[in-house]
């Protein structure tokens, strides 16, 4: 249907005369074809995805219009996915009385750009009454280093960086660097991966006595990264698996310096305005608006 390889003569006119209607100019001068690839995709999607495909040919196959058949089966995988809104919800309300913790969301997302669905059960605090709710605001913890990544990631296409790049060609200038394990030969890759060998310096009691004695201080990148300084390595780079937040603080010192902007401004700027995430903002404070208490 999109692959002009495909068509007749008067097939290209029809698809000629199709991509170039205003309803498919893309902005920035984007293919018209790309734009109309997108929309299609997007309506299948809505429809429970490519899989509906065959149900759509055999349906106009048998005499039934392309529009009634996209509709049933609209309908039908809308149906479809609240009926397993509802079965996720009772499970998730079966651990919670069985657990005992307060509350949970839960949310997911299906391939080829089918929308997905998302259910609460419980309180939104302990000891509370006031039902949670899907669209309160929880903490994300760790999901943020996926934001890291996905900033990293982009500077890696547009040519700034790449993954197997020594960390030293970033920062190795930063006050200290020497001092960190494995400084001179450890790779963004490795920091990804978690095998650079560099020990966790949220483990140190000490950084834990200093956040409950000053539980609002702001923490500059190198300060963060000074805690891991004069720590022997947990291993040679790529040799070893060892899950360390300090991985992806040295990986937010790498877009900081290649973006001159702070970490959390490179994450707004290039992923939450531009992919409209309303409701995402840093935990850079203790006190965040709508936020519901975690345990």
Not at 10 to 19: E, F, M, N
Not at 276 to 291: F, I
Request: proline share 5%; aromatic share 8%.
């Amino acid at each position: 249907f999109l692959d002009p390889a495909a068509l007749g003569e008067s097939g290209l006119d029809d698809l000629t005369r199709y991509a170039t209607h205003e309803a498919f100019s893309g902005d920035g001068g984007e293919d018209a074809l790309v734009v109309a690839k997108r929309e299609v995709t997007r309506w299948l999607a809505l429809a429970g995805g490519p899989a509906v495909v065959p149900s759509l040919l055999a349906a106009v196959a048998k005499g039934e219009s392309f529009a009634t058949a996209y509709a049933r089966l609209e309908q039908s995988g809308q149906q479809a996915e609240e009926d397993l809104a509802e079965r996720v919800r009772a499970h998730f309300e079966a651990l919670r009385i069985e657990q005992g913790f307060p509350g949970l969301q839960f949310g997911w997302a299906w391939a080829h750009g089918r929308p997905g669905g998302s259910i609460a059960v419980g309180v939104r605090e302990r000891g509370g009454s006031e039902a949670l709710l899907r669209d309160d605001r929880m903490l994300w913890g760790s999901v943020g280093k996926t934001f890291v990544a996905a900033v990293v990631l982009q500077l890696v296409a547009e040519g700034k960086l790449k993954l197997d790049d020594r960390l030293a060609e970033y920062i190795g200038a930063m006050e200290g660097f020497a001092r960190l394990p494995n400084a001179e030969t450890v790779t963004l890759r490795q920091l990804f991966t978690h095998r650079s060998g560099i020990p966790d310096h949220v483990r140190k009691s000490e950084l834990w006595e200093v956040l409950r004695n000053d539980p609002d201080k702001v923490w500059p990148t190198e300060e963060l990264i000074s805690w891991a300084l004069d720590d022997a390595p947990l291993s040679a780079p790529g040799t070893q698996y060892d899950y360390a937040d300090t991985n992806f603080v040295l990986l937010g010192a790498v877009v900081e310096k290649l973006t001159g902007a702070g970490l959390f401004d490179a994450v707004r700027t290039r992923l939450v305005e531009p992919y409209h995430l309303r409701n995402t903002a840093p935990s850079d404070r203790r006190r965040l608006p709508a936020l519901v208490q975690g345990y």
